[in-house]
């Protein structure tokens, strides 16, 4: 009486099956779309604009249609329902830290040019290449 364990993993189901035919869909929609896009160069900018819209549109909905699709898109939603919990800082907040940014930034960079002046000195007064 052994207990019999199965993988799913090593048989692919009908939903993995379809899921692959929805990219080789996908696939030939988009190598559909440049070809055509090239064979009908001499056509008008606007045509071939529509007719990329078209089948652009139609890839990503064989595309949202797929497992990982659905996954970006959920993760799209959840994105924008944590972007609306944000809280902004307000436009003084906003003024006020990147007045204080700059400041700092200029300090640094003063300090640093003041640095570079005493280290060119002191190598300059230990070498002596400067008095010639």
Do not use: H
Not at 108 to 113: E, G, S
């Amino acid at each position: 009486m052994g207990i019999v364990i199965m993988n799913n993993k090593s048989s692919p189901n009908s939903a993995n099956k379809l899921d692959i035919l929805k990219w080789i869909l996908f696939l030939v929609l988009v190598a559909g779309a440049v070809v055509g896009n090239q064979k009908f160069g001499n056509q008008p900018f606007i045509y071939r604009l529509l007719g990329l819209l078209t089948v652009g549109a139609l890839a990503a909905a064989v595309f949202f249609a797929t497992e990982k699709g659905s996954n970006v898109l959920s993760f799209c939603k959840d994105s924008l329902v944590e972007l609306r919990k944000v809280v902004w800082p307000s436009r003084d907040e906003t003024v006020k830290s990147t007045v204080i940014i700059m400041i700092a930034v200029t300090v640094v960079a003063l300090m640093l040019w003041l640095m570079d002046n005493l280290i060119l000195s002191l190598i300059v007064w230990l070498t002596g290449l400067g008095s010639a």
